[in-house]
């Protein structure tokens, strides 16, 4: 991949050889892919190529060599729509929502995965793991079906029936695990580490699946025509935020807009070692220890035994200038509500999360009536249809 100089170290600021490397050799921390911004940017006036489909007409700042078609399920380009029934009840100009759910599998996992299996179909790899809450599963599950390889996908106990179904008729191979989902990864790890298989976690361990995210920020600037003021995305260890802000990070690299947009990490109360960090002042996040259930489980990660993927998302967050917010499972089901009232959008409670924290950002003086905001609605609301039963009690 001649466009990549290197793996950089996000901590110590090593550079390793361009390779399947999942933590940094000398202290441990997570990779960022460095690009060749100056051969990339020179190579022709136009960065994007509008005959390329869904989030490859980005392929000159994704980290595949083109030696292979993508392995695709026409993911990316979702829609994005003025929401001006819930900015008049919100008491905001306007907000806008990306609506992540019009992806093949019904979530954003789908550009993180789409861009992983890609690799592994060009590297010859014929079996993959993954670590999931359910829909990084289903997207794993869908694209290795897609790509001719082996799938096993290891899940909490607690993961939504409808999620397991799906991964089932993908023909993934699921192994339930006991306990959170940082249990699942820690198996997942062992796993693709014993077995020489590719490990598609959607945490930051996969430095190279992590840049499928930055296409959402590309297609964000791309149907809003200018940058935003605010991005509210739901996180659990947060690289879709993380990947959206460097996505816009590099349209400002190629000279395309001037300003950043801030970015805003959503939590649910019962797990948010993130946003409980932000709030308290602290540099670094440390792994969440209660155990409490909420309606938000597909961003319920404790961070137990990685918790510097946190401070990394931490560090985003406050780089950007935005802030970091917890909402509790009531005020997540009533966003979910309002936005299905309000736009006809259905999504499920872990996404409508971003819903609950621009309503309590807006009560809260944490924006002004006139800025703009973008709601990243991740995922569709049929995927944990279970937990909006549960949630409406």
């Known amino acids: 991949m001649e466009h990549i100089k290197a793996l950089v170290c996000v901590n110590c600021g090593h550079k390793h050889e361009v390779d399947i490397i999942y933590e940094c050799k000398l202290c441990g921390h ?5 690009y060749d911004y100056e051969m990339i940017f020179s190579e022709e006036k136009k960065l994007f190529k509008d005959e390329w489909p869904g989030i490859w007409k980005y392929r000159k700042l994704l980290p595949v060599t083109g030696t292979t078609a993508p392995v695709s399920l026409g993911e990316g380009r ?3 729509l003025e929401g001006e029934t819930l900015a ?3 008491g905001v100009s306007t907000v806008f929502l990306k609506n992540e759910a019009g992806n093949p599998t019904l979530s954003f996992k789908d550009r993180p995965l789409s861009v992983a299996l890609t690799l592994a179909k060009e590297r010859g790899i014929d079996k993959v793991v993954t670590a999931s809450t359910g829909n990084t599963g289903v997207a794993a599950a869908a694209y290795a079906a897609r790509a001719g390889i082996m799938c096993e996908i290891c899940v909490p106990e607690t993961t939504p029936q409808e999620k397991l179904t799906m991964m089932e008729v ?9 306990g959170t989902f940082s249990d699942a990864y820690d198996i997942a790890k062992r796993v693709a580490l014993e077995q020489g298989w590719l490990n598609l976690t959607s945490t930051f361990l996969n430095p190279y699946a992590i840049e499928g995210d930055k296409t959402l920020a590309y297609e964000i600037y791309e149907q809003y025509g200018e940058v935003p003021d605010h991005i509210i995305i739901p996180i659990g260890a947060g690289p879709l935020l993380v ?5 816009f990070q590099e349209l400002k690299k190629a000279g395309m807009i001037e300003n950043l947009p801030k970015m805003v990490g959503v939590q649910a109360e019962a797990c948010a070692p993130i946003a409980k960090a932000f709030e308290q002042g602290e540099e670094k996040v440390g792994p969440w220890k209660v155990k409490e259930k909420t309606v938000a489980g597909g961003i319920a990660d404790p961070l137990t035994s990685y918790p510097d993927d946190g401070t990394r998302t931490l560090e985003t967050i406050r780089e950007s200038g935005g802030v970091a917010i917890a909402v509790s499972d009531d005020e997540i089901m009533r966003g979910l509500s309002l936005l299905a009232e309000s736009e006809g959008i259905f999504v499920e409670p872990s996404s409508s999360t971003a819903i609950a924290a621009l ?3 807006v009560d809260g003086g944490g924006m002004d009536s006139d800025e703009s905001v973008v709601c990243v609605c991740t995922g569709h609301g049929l995927k944990d249809a279970s937990a909006l039963k549960q949630g409406r009690k």
């Open 30 to 34: 997570s990779l960022d892919v460095e």
């Open 78 to 80: 979702t829609p994005f």
């Open 88 to 90: 008049e009840k919100l």
């Open 170 to 178: 993908f023909g993934a191979e699921i192994k339930a695990v006991e």
């Open 243 to 247: 990947g959206c802000y460097k996505g």
């Open 359 to 361: 309503r309590k950002m």
